[in-house]
C-alpha cells in the first residue's frame, strides 16, 4: 500500500505540473494586454507599467514560467489584481471558495448514486420492457441537456412560475435545490445506463446460472453477488465523473449565483485576473488527483484480490 500511495502522489505531481503549466501557457497567450484590461482603458502608462511590474509581466516568459513555479513550490500565487480590493492572497481566496463548491459537488454526487442504483437496477431487471425503455430514454436525454439550459429551466418553472424556490444566493437549504439538481442531472444518467449494461452482462455469467441453480432467490443473486461485481465499476465511473462535477459546477454557480470555487475562476478569467485564476485551476486539480486516490485504495477494500505492491 506504501508503494502505490507513492506511486500515486508521483503521478499526481506530475499531472498538477502539466496542468499549471498548460494554464501559465494559455493565460499568457491570449490577446490583449492583462493590465489594460484590469484597469480600464483610462488607466495612466505610469499605473499600467507598475501593474505590469507587480505581476511580473514585463519579464522574459521563461523567467516568469520559473519564477511561476518556484511560487507554486511554495503555495505562493500572488495578491488578486481584479477580484479582491484588498490585496488578498489569491491562493486564499480560491480555498475561502472551497466549500461553497463542495456544498453543492458533495450532494449532487450522493443524489445521483442514490437513484441511479435503483434506477439501472429497474432497467435491468426488466430488459425490452416499458420499464426499461422509459428509463433508457429518460436518462438519455437528461445527458444530453446542457447544464446552464437545464439550470435556467428550473429558475424560470420553479422560481418564477411558480415560486416555490429562490433563484439564487447562498445560505439557506431551498437555495442548494437547484444547483444540486443541475449538477446530479448528467451524472445520474451516466451512472444509470453503466449499472443497467453491467447488470445485464453479470446476468449471462456462470456463477449467476450456478447461484440460481442452488436455489437462491433473485433479490440475493442480483444484491450478493452482481451488485458485489460491479461495485468496482460504478467507483471507478464515480470518481471519473468527480472531474465533470467540478468543470459542471463553474456553469451551475455562475447560473444561480453560488459564491462557489468555480464562479470565482470564471470571473477570475473574464478579468484576466492571473493568479486567482492559476490558484483556481491548481485547486481543482488537487481536488480532482485526491478523489482518484482515493478510488484506488477503495478497489482494495471492496475487492480483497487487488493488490497494490
Not at 477580484?83 to 481566496?93: F, H, N, Y
Amino acid at each position: 500500500m506504501g508503494a502505490l500511495l507513492i506511486r500515486r502522489m508521483l503521478a499526481g505531481v506530475i499531472v498538477i505540473w502539466g496542468v499549471v503549466t498548460m494554464v501559465f501557457v494559455i493565460l499568457r497567450v491570449l490577446p490583449g494586454d492583462p493590465a489594460a484590461l484590469m484597469l480600464g482603458m483610462d488607466a495612466t502608462p505610469q499605473a499600467l507599467e507598475a501593474l505590469r511590474r507587480q505581476m511580473g509581466l514585463d519579464r522574459p516568459i521563461p523567467v516568469q514560467y520559473a519564477l511561476f513555479l518556484w511560487d507554486v513550490t511554495r503555495g505562493n500565487f500572488g495578491t488578486s489584481v481584479g477580484l479582491s480590493t484588498m490585496d488578498e492572497p489569491a491562493l486564499q481566496l480560491v480555498l475561502e471558495r472551497v466549500p461553497a463548491t463542495l456544498e453543492l459537488a458533495i450532494p449532487a454526487l450522493v443524489l445521483a448514486v442514490l437513484i441511479a442504483l435503483p434506477l439501472g437496477m429497474i432497467a435491468a431487471t426488466y430488459v425490452n420492457s416499458f420499464w426499461d425503455r422509459l428509463i433508457s430514454a429518460l436518462t438519455l436525454g437528461a445527458q444530453s441537456l446542457p447544464n446552464f439550459w437545464v439550470g435556467l429551466m428550473l429558475i424560470l418553472v420553479l422560481a418564477r412560475n411558480l415560486g416555490v424556490l429562490p433563484t439564487s444566493g447562498r445560505g439557506a437549504w431551498q437555495q442548494m435545490v437547484m444547483p444540486i439538481a443541475t449538477l446530479s442531472l448528467p451524472l445520474m444518467s451516466v451512472l444509470t445506463r453503466f449499472v443497467r449494461a453491467g447488470m445485464l452482462e453479470n446476468l449471462r455469467m456462470d456463477y449467476v446460472r450456478t447461484a440460481r441453480a442452488k436455489g437462491l432467490v433473485e433479490w440475493a443473486v442480483r444484491f450478493r453477488h452482481i451488485f458485489k461485481n460491479i461495485l468496482i465499476p460504478i467507483v471507478t465511473t464515480v470518481g471519473l465523473q468527480a472531474g465533470a462535477l467540478l468543470g459542471g459546477s463553474v456553469v451551475v454557480e455562475t447560473v444561480f449565483a453560488w459564491p462557489g470555487m468555480g464562479r470565482l475562476t470564471a470571473d477570475a478569467i473574464l478579468r484576466r485576473d492571473y493568479p486567482v485564476v492559476q490558484a483556481g485551476v491548481l485547486v481543482i486539480a488537487l481536488i480532482i488527483v485526491l478523489v482518484n486516490l482515493l478510488v484506488d485504495l477503495i478497489y482494495s477494500i471492496l475487492d480483497p484480490r487487488i493488490s497494490f505492491k
